[in-house]
């Protein structure tokens, strides 16, 4: 099949100029909501990085576990920001699994990511309980008034917030300085006592030397081709939970979080060692 074939019609709005880091993520995770720009330059990144996979399948992975760990914590409700394209389990369906009255708002701004969205929760969804907006997270108010505007939530109870490998994409405020962090605040703010952050984010601080000196080459291969993006530090991650407690155990690789909170049916993925997953990650509560 070539790549007329493949690729479907583009969403009103869809960039085919440029790579979507959205788009080639779901291509890393095996998804076909992707055009030929999206994995010309996956191909890249793997022929350069190969760990680019198993990195992106264990941060998916997370999510999973977060979200099945926060369910048995009494959370029933989610708003998942920068969901990308339905890949590989969704919010939703993790939720169901083990919380049928959950109820999930996934928010994106790239279109592709949005439509497909639509579709799933058209097909598998419950409008009563599942909704999709497509918001900016660099605009906090804007996007929370929008998920309120759903009926799904009720922001008053607890919700958890889930932005998973979304902050080191750049957000690029009026000035072009990133807006990350502030907008992440301002989350924080919005949520009632007793909600919970989700977080995750690649940092090359104490990967081994040899990853550090791919998540390099990376990082030039994004900043050049598609979206600027930015490594954390363990510290500078750590800081955007504010004062937010940490759930056990804390700020760690992807595959060590709740480990046993992992689906039977999920693909195994091993490492020489966690720090070759890149991906820092953490859950925070409001006190």
Not at 228 to 247: I, K, M, Q, Y
Request: glycine residues 8%; contains cysteine.
């Amino acid at each position: 099949m070539d790549d007329a074939e493949h690729d479907p019609f583009p969403p009103q709005g869809v960039d085919l100029e440029r790579p979507s880091v959205a788009r080639v993520y779901d291509w890393y995770l095996g998804g076909t909501a992707n055009w030929a720009i999206d994995r010309e330059f996956g191909e890249r990144v793997l022929a350069s990085f190969p760990l680019i996979r198993p990195i992106a399948i264990a941060n998916r992975l997370f999510l999973h576990r977060a979200v099945r760990h926060l369910v048995r914590l009494g959370v029933r409700q989610f708003i998942d920001i920068g969901s990308g394209v339905p890949t590989m389990g969704n919010t939703h369906q993790v939720a169901d699994e083990v919380a049928p009255d959950s109820r999930v708002v996934y928010v994106d701004h790239e279109p592709v990511a949005v439509a497909h969205s639509q579709v799933l929760l058209e097909k598998h969804g419950d409008p009563k309980r599942h909704a999709v907006i497509n918001a900016d997270l660099r605009n906090p108010d804007k996007l929370w008034q929008q998920a309120i505007q759903t009926g799904v939530l009720d922001m008053a109870e607890p919700i958890a917030l889930l932005l998973v490998a979304v902050l080191h994409v750049q957000q690029p405020g009026p000035d072009g300085v990133d807006i990350g962090p502030q907008a992440v605040a301002r989350y924080r703010e919005l949520l009632s006592p007793g909600s919970y952050l989700v977080l995750s984010h690649v940092s090359d601080d104490g990967v081994p030397a040899e990853v550090g000196r791919g998540l390099v080459d990376l990082k030039r291969m994004y900043d050049t081709s598609s979206s600027p993006v930015v490594w954390r530090s363990r510290t500078d991650f750590g800081a955007l939970f504010g004062d937010f407690e940490l759930v056990e155990p804390g700020l760690v690789w992807t595959p060590t979080w709740h480990p046993e909170e992992t689906s039977p049916n999920s693909p195994e993925i091993e490492f020489g060692t966690p720090a070759e997953s890149v991906i820092l990650c953490g859950v925070g509560r409001k006190p």
